[in-house]
């Protein structure tokens, strides 16, 4: 499908790996001018490679920015880097940040603060920094949150919680976005096969003493799903909403995970 991205700038973090790999191969697919960004200069270099195979192979359709968004005054310098490599900014995908599982009783505060530093001031520091560019472009915010913000899980209290405020900040930066002319959305991804992913798989197997195919079946029954997912999933359904065609969502929350949250 021609989504109408070509030429369109975009700027998404957490990009070396993962989903927001995913994304980042799924817009310059669409013909998008990419920004990757992340902690592991390899890991985005790579990735960039990727992107620009996907994107006809020119390599000066990437652009990489090394930075940890945790980091004070990074949201900052992040921003201003996407305005001098792309000149404007059309679609900001916010993915960056993971957070610590784990027995609530067993997590400090300095865990909690880690949580919240990386993903909920990460998004609304580089949301607040970037919103006059994608305002003057008439752009679009998504931010890849999760299902926990929905469907929260003892021993994911700190991304529950995290990911509950990250949706409350998109449906606060959506009513901004009505008067300023900027799309706001939120997805929440469920199981997805990443490396984080992967690393709770062979913890499942060694606890089951089960092999790969019958650990990942039994995920699937315990979390009553129709599968799991991959980043292809997610890189399409993103790439869909910021695109033109896309356009009439707003201040919506798009759960995309099998079946794992039973509201609608």
């Known amino acids: 499908m021609e989504l109408g991205l070509a030429g369109k ?24 001018r ?6 592991d200069l390899a890991a985005l270099e790579a990735t960039a490679e990727e992107v620009a195979r996907v994107g006809g192979a020119k390599r000066n359709r990437v652009a990489l920015h090394v930075g940890d968004l945790a980091a004070p005054g990074e949201p900052e310098r992040l921003a201003a880097a996407a305005q001098e490599a792309l000149g404007s900014l059309d679609i900001l995908v916010a993915n960056a940040g993971a957070t610590k599982r784990g027995d609530f009783f067993q997590l400090s505060d300095a865990d909690w603060a880690a949580g919240f530093a990386l993903k909920f001031f990460a998004h609304m520091r580089l949301a ?14 998504v931010a890849i949150v999760g299902a926990g913000g929905r469907t929260p899980s003892a ?8 990911n509950a405020a990250c949706l409350a900040l998109m449906k606060a930066l959506a009513d901004i976005g009505l008067r ?21 798989l062979k913890a499942h197997m060694a606890e089951k003493g089960l092999d790969e195919a019958a650990a990942r079946e039994d995920i699937r029954r315990g979390l009553a799903i129709s599968r799991l997912g991959n980043v292809e999933d997610v890189g399409a359904l993103a790439a869909f909403i910021v695109s033109p065609r896309g356009r009439w969502m707003h201040g919506a929350v798009v759960d995309i995970d099998g079946g794992q949250t039973k509201t609608l």
């Open 9 to 32: 700038t975009a700027l998404v973090t957490g990009s070396s790996r993962g989903i927001g790999k995913g994304i980042a191969l799924a817009l310059a697919a669409e013909g998008a």
């Open 34 to 39: 990419i920004m990757l960004t992340g902690r």
């Open 128 to 141: 607040r920094a970037a919103w006059p560019m994608l305002k003057a472009a008439q752009g679009s915010l």
């Open 155 to 162: 021993d994911f209290a700190i991304g529950s919680s995290v």
């Open 180 to 200: 300023d002319g900027v799309q706001v959305n939120a997805i929440n991804p469920g199981h997805v096969e990443t490396a984080r992913f992967h690393g709770r």
